[in-house]
């Protein structure tokens, strides 16, 4: 029989993405009153790698991460990401959503992110939440899988996560 082990404390990130550069920051004063201090944020990069968004959102779309100083426990994923669903209908204009806020954290060797989205790699949480392991660190750097998000395969964001890992690493 194996013994039960619990895990350490993950970093939480947040993945926004908005048309609107001016929504990030408000979104992300919002975000720290929950989740306390931001330890990182990215600069704004364009998302170009899909239209799924553009007809809720609107065009010119652009991506920011952030992380938090406060470390989680990986069991409040689904809770978190629930909370960010309610954060972004704080910001709807009539039925618009104008902001998405992507919950999910690093640890040492996976980016995990939470989606109400189930498939096959997906595992079920719990209140409708289900968590994916998007990348893996292999060999000195974050990996994707066959069925990784585009832009999150991408070097740009690899580096990201990298240093959010760095960051994770030191407060171990």
Same mark, same amino acid.
């Given at each position: 029989m194996g013994k039960i082990t619990y895990p350490e404390k993950v970093k939480l990130i947040?993945?926004?993405l908005s048309s609107s550069e001016e929504l990030f920051e408000t979104a992300q004063r919002r975000?720290?009153?929950?989740?306390?201090?931001?330890d990182f944020c990215s600069q704004i990069l364009?998302?170009?790698f899909t239209q799924y968004y553009m007809p809720e959102m609107g065009e010119d779309l652009?991506? #920011?991460f952030i992380s938090f100083s406060l470390r989680i426990q990986p069991e409040?994923?689904?809770g978190i990401k629930v909370l960010t669903n309610s954060i972004e209908q704080e910001f709807i204009v009539g039925d618009r959503r104008r902001i998405n806020l992507d919950s999910g954290y690093i640890t040492a060797a996976k980016l995990i992110l939470a989606t109400t989205?189930?498939?096959s790699h997906r595992i079920y949480l719990s209140n409708g939440i289900y968590a994916?392991?998007?990348l893996r660190f292999v060999s000195g750097t974050f #990996?994707?899988?066959e069925w990784t998000y585009p832009d999150y395969k991408t070097p740009e964001y690899i580096e990201i996560f990298n240093h959010i890992r760095q960051l994770f690493m030191e407060q171990r």
């Open positions: 947040i993945a926004m975000l720290e009153q929950v989740f306390g201090s931001i364009p998302f170009t652009k991506r #920011r409040e994923l689904a989205k189930d498939n994916e392991i998007t #990996r994707p899988w």
